[in-house]
């Protein structure tokens, strides 16, 4: 195997790496402070696309968490840079929350029902059978379908949601269209988030708690890639997988020595 070379940029999932059901796992502070004295370029990834980087950001702070604006890269701001390389200034149905209309507002889209480019599908928690009606109708009539993250189900401390995947499904099962997502574990995830670090692959590493989504995406777009077992994927699951991480590790507190 070819020595890798030295990490100078760091993305990290959210949920299960730096917090757990709205706690913060010990060692994310002290992570989070070392990447900031360090000067490295890094960025906090989520899938969820229902907040913006400054909804989310005014979360992490409440937990003890200092992550700037600039450093937080959602599933919804992905999809939104890819609809503007492919159709910029286009229109698109929307199923979701803040997070991904404002992402999509951001980039000159127009929101609209009447013959839209795309059908875009994001997080919500009120998911309404109208809505869903109507993307099956469009997506039948030639709109594109567009999903930020195929995530099956997400995390509350009540229990498992369903989640974008989900009801992804249930649209595929009756317009017959599948559609293309843009969060994780897509690759694309990840280099449009180097890109707005300016950062390489090859000096890049991922941290992320799900075999299926972060490593894997990580692995893809050429970076090293840091399992750590506080989130979904347990140890023994590791090698359920075809594929590995680089390195696996209890948890955030075991990678603050290496920024």
Not at 95 to 117: N, Q, R, S
Not at 136 to 150: H, M, Q, S, Y
Request: charged share 20%.
């Amino acid at each position: 195997m070819a020595e890798r070379k030295p990490i100078e940029s760091w993305l990290t999932d959210m949920d299960g790496v730096l917090i757990h059901e709205g706690v913060p796992i010990p060692g994310a502070d002290a992570f989070l402070k070392k990447l900031r004295e360090s000067g490295k370029p890094f960025l906090v990834l989520t899938n969820n696309s229902i907040y913006t980087p400054r909804d989310l950001h005014a979360r992490l702070t409440r937990m003890g968490l200092d992550v700037p604006v600039e450093n937080i890269w959602t599933s919804a701001l992905s999809t939104a840079q890819f609809l503007d390389d492919q159709r910029p200034g286009g229109t698109a149905y929307v199923i979701g929350e803040a997070g991904l209309t404002t992402a999509l507002h951001d980039i000159g889209y127009i929101l609209t029902d009447h013959e839209p480019d795309y059908v875009v599908l994001g997080e919500t928690r009120t998911y309404s059978f109208e809505a869903m009606t109507k993307a099956v109708r469009l997506i039948k009539n030639g709109a594109r379908f567009i999903c930020t993250n195929p995530d099956e189900t997400g995390p509350s401390v009540e229990g498992p949601l369903p989640a974008t995947g989900s009801v992804a499904a249930l649209i595929t099962k009756a317009s017959g269209k599948q559609p293309y997502f843009a969060g994780k574990p897509n690759p694309l995830m990840m280099r449009t988030g180097l890109n707005t670090l300016q950062a390489h692959s090859e000096t890049s590493a991922m941290i992320g708690d799900r075999m299926d989504t972060d490593i894997l995406a990580g692995m893809e777009a050429g970076m090293q890639t840091y399992l750590v077992l506080t989130g979904l994927t347990t140890r023994d699951e590791v090698d359920r997988f075809p594929f590995r991480p680089s390195h696996v590790v209890d948890s955030i507190a075991d990678l603050v020595d290496l920024v």
